[in-house]
């Protein structure tokens, strides 16, 4: 099992603003992946997080917006970019440690952008 | 791009009622995981379903996975208010992004009056 602490559970931010959050796992992890889960809805993947290289987004998502590193193999940042009301959501990163492996979520960070 | 199904959305039951959430893809699944999601909190791990027609159970919970690998189904027996939650379902994308990515349904929201 991974234990995962992400910080901030919560934050309230102004209109054109960034946020960082940031992952951090007990044990080292190949794979780290940042999701969304806008209120009421399912998860959305927005990226895998990479240790060594860029970030692989998906359709929807770009590095401008969401920059995201990886220096490590038990870190990583995901930045919320120039934020607008509909970035608020909830962000969580997850970790697995083989493809076909059950994913480990943190506790996820409550954003609400005003 | 490949879908997960869940139906579903909403479920009200009585206390001690049985419930049975779908998860349905038109594409044939490596394996299937299930995720229960509390109130406020993150998605956790309930199981994987990786045989053809397999069945898992977990005390009151029973999971199936379709002959043809392209359906499953939670159900719980006899609910309790401590089922509360939203339940998803995941497939392992088939191919492109990034290896291991999985692919959630929309969830079924449980709530049970006692």
């Known amino acids: 099992s991974a234990v995962i602490s992400q910080k901030p559970s919560r934050d309230i931010c102004q209109r054109g603003t960034s946020l960082t959050i940031q992952c951090q796992v007990d044990?080292?992890?190949?794979?780290m992946f940042w999701y969304r889960q806008q209120p009421g809805q399912s998860l959305t993947l927005i990226a895998t997080a990479n240790q060594g290289s860029e970030a692989t987004y998906e359709s929807g998502f770009v590095i401008d917006k969401f920059p995201i590193s990886r220096p490590n193999l038990t870190f990583s940042t995901l930045t919320v970019s120039n934020m607008s009301p509909e970035d608020s959501s909830i962000y969580l990163c997850s970790v697995r440690g083989q493809p076909n492996e059950k994913l480990f979520f943190g506790s996820g960070t409550q954003l609400s952008v005003l | 791009g490949q879908q997960v199904m869940q139906i579903p959305q909403y479920q009200h039951v009585q206390e001690g009622e049985d419930f049975t959430t779908y998860c349905n893809s038109s594409?044939?699944?490596?394996?299937i995981q299930w995720y229960k999601q509390r109130p406020g909190g993150h998605p956790v791990f309930l199981i994987q379903l990786v045989k053809s027609g397999e069945v898992k159970k977990q005390k009151r919970l029973t999971f199936q996975f379709g002959e043809a690998k392209k359906n499953s189904s939670l159900h719980i027996t006899a609910t309790q208010t401590t089922d509360v939650g939203t339940y998803f379902c995941?497939?392992?994308?088939?191919?492109?992004?990034?290896?291991?990515?999985?692919?959630f349904g929309k969830g079924t929201k449980l709530s049970v009056k006692p």
């Open positions: 594409t044939t699944l490596s394996n």
């Open positions: 995941a497939a392992t994308r088939r191919n492109g992004g990034s290896q291991g990515n999985l692919i």
């Open positions: 044990s080292q992890v190949t794979m």
